[in-house]
């Protein structure tokens, strides 16, 4: 069987942050503790999708 969701503690994403290239450090962040789904809401997202003055973003 396989998991579809399965909760990352904190400390395993730090670790692989630490080891991960640019591109994945914010793939692993927005996912982990952005809350998007990966790869469908990471990667679809855009530039003008973010809101630089109420520091938020929206698809």
Known sequence: ???????????????LM???NLVWQV?????RYGGLRTPSET???RWEDIDWEMMSWHS
């Open 1 to 15: 069987t396989v998991k579809v969701n399965e909760f990352v503690p904190r400390e395993v994403v730090d670790k």
């Open 18 to 20: 630490k080891k991960a």
């Open 27 to 31: 793939i692993l962040g927005l996912s």
């Open 43 to 45: 990667l679809s997202l």
